[in-house]
């Protein structure tokens, strides 16, 4: 399984949103205005952040369906956050990634 392949495969829809996201972003950065400028930093690390939380959840899926079996058989799962091999009965994420 070709986890860096996973990554790089960011849908179309997403690829096409993100540019036009930042186009209005640019245009609202073009007036210079330090608040506008700040929104334009927050709409970038917000896009940013849905980019890799789409991708992540996207990886989790694809490895589930295709390796499922295999995994169920040696007993482990992965997390749903960082996709570390965790075992079966520890849930779905990792001890690093418990949600609080
Ligand atoms: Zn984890």
Redesign the pocket.
């Known amino acids: 399984m070709n986890i860096p392949a996973y990554i790089s495969a960011i849908s179309e829809r997403l690829v096409g949103e993100l540019a036009f996201t930042l186009k209005i972003a640019d245009l609202i950065g073009n007036q210079k205005n330090s608040l506008q400028l700040k929104i334009q930093e927050r709409l970038r690390s917000e896009i940013h952040e849905r980019l890799r939380s789409e991708t992540r959840e996207k990886t989790y899926k694809k490895m589930m369906l295709a390796h499922r079996d295999a995994l169920t058989n040696l007993n482990i799962s992965l997390?749903?956050?960082?996709?570390?091999p965790?075992k079966l009965e520890e849930g779905e994420?990792?001890?690093?990634?418990?949600p609080e």
């Not at 997390?79 to 570390?84: F, G, M, R, S």
């Open positions: 997390c749903k956050e960082c996709l570390y965790i994420y990792c001890n690093r990634c418990q």
